[in-house]
Nanobody, 124 residues
């Protein structure tokens, strides 16, 4: 089993920044892809960003638009999501996820383990 714990969410004004962290423990997939997803009220969970063990990154360009950066520290079993220039449309619960695959995948059904989520609220 893999346990994922997110932190760093909160309330921020539009234009502000937050850094989300995800701590992995248990049977860690240090050689596998990690991802960040988000789910706003009444909407489906959507892919935000993903990173392979080797550091290859993918983003949902429509929603991220160059404002978010994903990174990982394999030695510490940590994944991060730096979010800048936040907009009210970014308000959602953000989830960290671990995949059993090596390449970065962008659909939620391809991820095997999920954290409990952290709320991000951006006020206008």
């Amino acid at each position: 089993q893999v346990q994922l714990v997110e932190s760093g969410g909160g309330l921020v004004q539009a234009g502000g920044s937050l850094r989300l962290s995800c701590a992995a423990s248990g049977r860690t997939f240090s050689r596998n892809a990690m991802g960040w997803f988000r789910q706003a009220p009444g909407k489906e969970r959507e892919f935000v960003a993903g990173i392979s063990w080797g550091g290859v990154k993918k983003y949902d360009q429509d929603s991220v638009k160059g404002r978010f950066t994903i990174s990982r520290e394999n030695a510490k079993n940590m994944v991060y999501l730096q979010m800048n220039s936040l907009e009210p449309e970014d308000t959602a619960v953000y989830y960290c996820a671990a995949s059993s695959t090596i390449p970065v995948l962008t659909t939620s059904d391809q991820y095997d383990y999920w954290g409990q989520g952290t709320q991000v609220t951006v006020s206008s």
